[in-house]
Structures are given as structure tokens and as C-alpha cells.
């Protein structure tokens, strides 16, 4: 029977995404971390949080935290600063299968989109908060985790952005 768990972004981690409605005073994207100054103060930082869910099977989450002191970003103009911004968040899935033809107690772990239909081999899944999406009439973003494990990525090419938000069912 398939162990089946959720690793998804929190209240509070949702609250904080939400602030990126509001105008932006400046973003970076820094060791695989992205930090947004609100033009009205505070500062949203979203990042990857990681955890073993049993053994050898480790999932990463999308996260956010609300830091209202923090000033430090520097101000940059962007399509998000003045405009209202609509944010979705994203999840994926991830699964286990034990692979005993590369040896005892030998597992791969795989991911995709939802919807996917898992293989009856996997003995354990998890469904995991993977990316957001940023947008407004004039402009548009991604945040997602990255290849490097524990980082997140930024994507503002217009095509691509447009591209995963058809994949995901987003038109």
C-alpha cells in the first residue's frame, strides 16, 4: 500500500505570498532565495524549505515568510511595482519506487506535474508546493525550485512564463 503525504506552503507562508499583490519596491533573487521590498514596507522572502519525509525520501516546499522590518533590497523599477498583481501558487508531486535490481533496499525518487498518474510501483508520494507565478497586464514572473536542490529560480522570459502556465493549466 502507497504512503501518501502532503508538504505544502502553510497559512502563514500563503499570507506572505499574498503581500506580493501589493506594489514592489525592488526584488532580487540571491542564493537561491528571492526577496521582495513592498512599496508600503516590509520585505517577502521566499525560499525552499526541505525535510526527509521517511528515509530516503526528501522533499523540498516553496515557502514564504512576511519581514516587517527588513529594508535592505535596494529600490528597482519593475512591471510589478505600481500595478495590481495576481499571484497563483503552484504544486507538484513526487514519488518513491524501490528499485531492487540496483540492489537491496534501492529506490528513485521522481517528480512531476499533478495529474500525473503515478506507477503502481511507487510506494510512497508526496504532493509538495514547487513554484508561483507573478503577473499583471505588463508583466509577468516565475519563482520555482531549481535544479540545485534547496534553490529556487526566477523566470521572467515572457514565452516561458507563458509556456509553464499552459502546462500547468493556467491560460
Not at 53 to 63: D, G, K
Not at 99 to 121: K, V, W
Amino acid at each position: 500500500m502507497r504512503r501518501d503525504y502532503r508538504f505544502i506552503a502553510d497559512t502563514d507562508s500563503l499570507d506572505a505570498l499574498r503581500r506580493l499583490q501589493r506594489g514592489w519596491a525592488g526584488w532580487e533573487m540571491a542564493e537561491g532565495q528571492f526577496r521582495v521590498r513592498l512599496r508600503e514596507g516590509g520585505t517577502v522572502h521566499v525560499h525552499v524549505d526541505r525535510a526527509e519525509i521517511e528515509p530516503a525520501f526528501e522533499v523540498s516546499c516553496l515557502v514564504a515568510d512576511y519581514l516587517p522590518d527588513e529594508e535592505s533590497l535596494p529600490s528597482r523599477d519593475s512591471a510589478f511595482t505600481s500595478r495590481p498583481n495576481d499571484i497563483t501558487v503552484f504544486r507538484g508531486v513526487t514519488w518513491l519506487e524501490m528499485r531492487p535490481d540496483l540492489g537491496p533496499e534501492h529506490s528513485i525518487q521522481y517528480s512531476a506535474m499533478p495529474g500525473f498518474d503515478l506507477p503502481e510501483t511507487a510506494v510512497a508520494m508526496c504532493d509538495f508546493t514547487d513554484a508561483i507565478s507573478i503577473t499583471n497586464e505588463t508583466g509577468a514572473m516565475i519563482v520555482r525550485h531549481a535544479l540545485k536542490p534547496g534553490w529556487l529560480e526566477v523566470v521572467e522570459d515572457r514565452e516561458e512564463v507563458e509556456k509553464f502556465l499552459r502546462l500547468r493549466g493556467v491560460t
